[in-house]
Every structure is written in structure tokens, then in C-alpha cells.
């Protein structure tokens, strides 16, 4: 699977020339408030680091691009396998213009059907700062439900990691119910 088309979104693999893309998607303080602190990524780290990753994640899930109705970028969705391809870590960033028109759940949702019907997964789990409540909200509307708030040691903790982090999950029997119902 390397295309994935929704109503309105195109999901397609990353590719070298993502540089520019999410070089511009990282250089957003409000994009990166509850990743960061608001702290953005220089070029070369998307370069050496960032792009890497994405590239890097090519198996059956994975990492996402992600191309609006005018085929403009707006960012990306990720299902990054934990342990094994049966776990896997749900996760977004998108662009400022794209928030508040549901693309992030339709995304979300997308990749998780996708997921659980093709490729073979049995758990989708999310976490973010408990104090994001626009990402906890798409991880509701996408079906998963609240497991735990647990805190984490930071080097450097962030505006409102007092209040940790939340972990949300959906099970591939509660999809199965959900899809059916
Ligand atoms: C989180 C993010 C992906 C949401 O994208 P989006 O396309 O706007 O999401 P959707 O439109 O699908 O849904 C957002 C929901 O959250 C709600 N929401 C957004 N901000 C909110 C806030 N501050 N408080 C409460 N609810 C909020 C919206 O009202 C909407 O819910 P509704 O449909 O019930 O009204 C986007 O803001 C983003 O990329 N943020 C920066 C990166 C990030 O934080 N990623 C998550 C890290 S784990």
C-alpha cells in the first residue's frame, strides 16, 4: 500500500524531496508548542534526522504525507510499529492553514481502518501531553479510548508537562464493533 485516498486527503510515502515540506511544517512555534515547546527544527536537522525517520519507516504502516483537495502538503500521519507490526503508534502533525477541518481525524481514521482491515494490526495507541486537547480529541473521534495519564522524566520538560502525558488505545475487537455497529 502506497497511496491512500480519503474523501478529501491523499496519504502517500515520503520521498528525499520532503525536505522543503516538512522543513516548513517544523518552522511553525504553534505546530511544535505541545512537541518541543514551540522550539522549531532547523533545515539540517530535517535533513539528518527528521526525513530519515520518515524514509525509514517503509514497512506495511508507517509514515504518511499528506495532500489536501488542491494538493497543497498539509503534513503528516503516522502508524509507527512498536515492538511489532500488530502494535502500532498512531500520530499527526499538520500544517496551521489545515486545523480545524477534521482532516486530522480523517486521516487518522483512514490509516486506522486501513490497519486493522489490510494489514494485519491488533492495537492502535496514541499519546500526547495531557494538556493537548486538540490531538486527544482527534484520538476520540478516531475511535480510541483514554488508557492512563503517567508522567515522564524530561531533561528539559516543557510548559505544561506537569499534567504528563495521556496514553488512548482501540483494540482491533472495539474497531470490529464500532465498524459494524
Ligand atoms: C492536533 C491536530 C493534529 C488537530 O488537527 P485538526 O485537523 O485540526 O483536527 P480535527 O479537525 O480532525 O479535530 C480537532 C478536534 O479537536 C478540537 N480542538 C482543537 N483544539 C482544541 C482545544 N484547544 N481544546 C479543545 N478541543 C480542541 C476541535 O474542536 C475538533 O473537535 P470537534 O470536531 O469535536 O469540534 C493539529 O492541531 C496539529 O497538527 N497540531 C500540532 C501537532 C500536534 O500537536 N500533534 C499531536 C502531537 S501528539
Excluded at 11 to 36: G, I, Q
Excluded at 160 to 174: F, I, N, Q, S
Amino acid at each position: 500500500m502506497n497511496v491512500l485516498r480519503t474523501d478529501r486527503l491523499l496519504l502517500r510515502r515520503f520521498t528525499p524531496e520532503d525536505v522543503d515540506n516538512l522543513t516548513e511544517l517544523d518552522s511553525d512555534p504553534a505546530v511544535t508548542r505541545y512537541l518541543t515547546g514551540g522550539r522549531t527544527t532547523p533545515r539540517e536537522t530535517v535533513e539528518t534526522e527528521i526525513l530519515p525517520r520518515h524514509l525509514a519507516y517503509r514497512g506495511p504502516v508507517g509514515r504518511w504525507a499528506a495532500h489536501d483537495e488542491t494538493g497543497a502538503f498539509i503534513g503528516w500521519f503516522a502508524l509507527d510499529p512498536r515492538d511489532d507490526h500488530t502494535n502500532v503508534e498512531l500520530g499527526y502533525r499538520l500544517r496551521a492553514a489545515a486545523w480545524g477541518r477534521g482532516y486530522a481525524t480523517e486521516g487518522s481514521r483512514a490509516l486506522v481502518d486501513a490497519g486493522f482491515r489490510d494489514l494485519g494490526v491488533l492495537r492502535v495507541f496514541a499519546e500526547t501531553m495531557a494538556v493537548n486537547l486538540g490531538s486527544r480529541r482527534v484520538m476520540e473521534k478516531t475511535g480510541l479510548r483514554y488508557l492512563r495519564t503517567f508522567h515522564l522524566e524530561w531533561d528539559d520538560p516543557i510548559p505544561g508537562t506537569e499534567h504528563g502525558e495521556v496514553e488512548y488505545e482501540l483494540l482491533r475487537a472495539d474497531w470490529a464493533a464500532q465498524a459494524g455497529a
